[in-house]
């Protein structure tokens, strides 16, 4: 058995824990990750606001669940028009195919209205909560407990804080508090980092991101999955052979 | 035109996390493609976190947050908890803002 193969195995290996502590697990993972997001919410909700129609920007909070493709819709549709405001925010939100499809190999055995209802809840933050509790090999069930825990913590703290941001108008638009939400993610993907091939991965589209900082909405992100998923498996192979 | 904005992009990014969910619960994927899927997420993450940070290193800010994420990828590595890597991360953003502040007057 390689090394690859034994890490993968590690991973899967169902651990069962109780499920009142998966449940409770998923909800204290999110808290400080909501309270990251707060600002970035209230900045929305800010912009909602200014919005002419501020219900339709708030259901945005449930209907697309996702900050950045959230915000460019709402100021994209003020600048371009409808087809260029739901094309830059679809494209913002195409890594969520990403995603989904890595979540699709933890969830095999996952019944079906589980994945139905899972879907709405599938964001950055969730995505790699959920990565990293099954990679301490949580049973299915613990998995699915833990996820729904943290997606309707984060949806519904996440659907307040940009109500209240709508309440408290443009005067919040200076909130300047963009270093923790980083701290928390790095936090999530921590121990992926130790493992040489994700430490290729990590740093292969951290590069690709800075250089394509100035690309079009969600492109140069687009192209940092493709080159960091490109240098992993160039780099699997390499650690194999 | 706002709700129909909301509503065709809640409706793809909702296909966009639904459809694999339901796909590739019945095809199973090549190995390449299997093995891309594997590192596409974690790679997702890193560039979301590299242009979130890059947001807010400007002017006075880049070495609080370059310091900060530096702690940030210590405490990762390290796996320690969330709430200490915030913790962490912030003191030293916090400090070193502060000290470049003073040696600003």
Avoid: K
């Avoid at chain 1, 990293?132 to 049973?139: N, S, V």
């Amino acid at each position: 058995m390689s090394v690859i193969e034994a890490d993968v195995d590690a991973r899967t290996a169902p651990r069962p824990l109780p499920a009142r502590s998966a449940a409770l697990d998923g909800v204290l993972t999110m808290v400080p990750l909501l309270a990251a997001y707060i600002p970035f919410a209230l900045v929305i909700g800010a912009a909602v606001a200014e919005h002419g129609s501020p219900v339709a920007g708030w259901a945005g909070s449930w209907l697309i669940y996702g900050g950045s493709a959230h915000l460019a819709a709402i100021r994209t549709l003020d600048e371009s028009g409808p087809v260029v405001a739901i094309t830059t925010a679809l494209l913002i939100n195409a890594r969520l195919l990403v995603y989904s499809a890595s979540l699709a190999r933890r969830w095999t055995a996952q019944p079906r209205w589980f994945r139905f209802a899972a879907a709405g809840l599938i964001i950055d933050p969730t995505w790699a909560a959920a990565e990293r509790h099954a990679g301490e090999g949580a049973d299915p069930d613990a998995q699915r407990r833990y996820f729904i825990a943290a997606g309707l913590t984060l949806g519904a703290g996440w659907s307040a804080a940009i109500a209240a941001g709508a309440a408290l108008g443009s005067g919040i638009e200076g909130l300047d508090v963009e270093i923790v939400i980083p701290l928390c993610l790095m936090a999530l993907i921590g121990p992926a980092l130790r493992s040489s091939i994700e430490r290729t991965v990590v740093v292969s589209a951290a590069a690709v991101a800075l250089l394509t900082a100035g690309w079009p909405a969600g492109t140069g992100l687009l192209a940092a999955v493709a080159v960091g998923s490109a240098a992993g498996v160039a780099r699997e192979r390499a650690v194999a052979s | 035109m706002t709700w129909l904005v909301i509503l065709a992009v809640g409706a793809g990014s909702f296909l966009f996390r639904l459809v694999p969910l339901l796909v590739l619960h019945r095809v199973s994927l090549p190995e390449g493609a299997d093995r891309v899927i594997r590192y596409a997420g974690c790679a997702a993450v890193t560039a979301l976190i590299t242009l979130s940070a890059r947001g807010n290193a400007t002017g006075d800010a880049t070495l609080p947050t370059l310091l900060a994420l530096g702690v940030g990828i210590v405490m990762a590595v390290r796996q320690a908890s969330m709430f200490r890597a915030l913790v962490a991360g912030l003191a030293v953003y916090a400090m070193a803002a502060l000290l470049i502040a003073l040696i600003a007057r």
